[in-house]
């Protein structure tokens, strides 16, 4: 997946806030689309971005799950994301 690009991880802590807020601000957004395909990669992104920015990973995923805004088939997965047990 997109977010699994080395150039996003392996330089995260390096990046200024303001990159690092717009990345997740994308992944965000993507869960509100009506896409299995986007809600997975957006949960994918956030899971490896919750070493960076816990609070906020842990505040998009729950608001998003609260609202139910992610399809009922990534409820697991979503949950998986939010503890950083992708891989």
């Known amino acids: 997946m997109w977010w699994d690009n ?3 991880y392996d330089m995260s802590p390096r ?6 807020n717009v990345a997740l601000n994308v992944m965000q957004r993507l869960l509100l689309l ?15 971005w919750l070493e960076i920015a816990p609070e906020r990973v842990a505040t998009i995923i729950d608001e998003a799950l609260d609202r139910r805004i992610i399809d009922p088939q990534l409820v697991g997965y979503a949950r998986g994301a939010a503890l950083g047990k992708l891989e």
């Open 6 to 8: 080395s150039y996003l």
């Open 34 to 48: 009506p896409s299995l395909n986007c809600q997975e990669s957006a949960l994918h992104g956030l899971n490896h």
């Open 15 to 20: 990046l200024t806030s303001e990159v690092e």
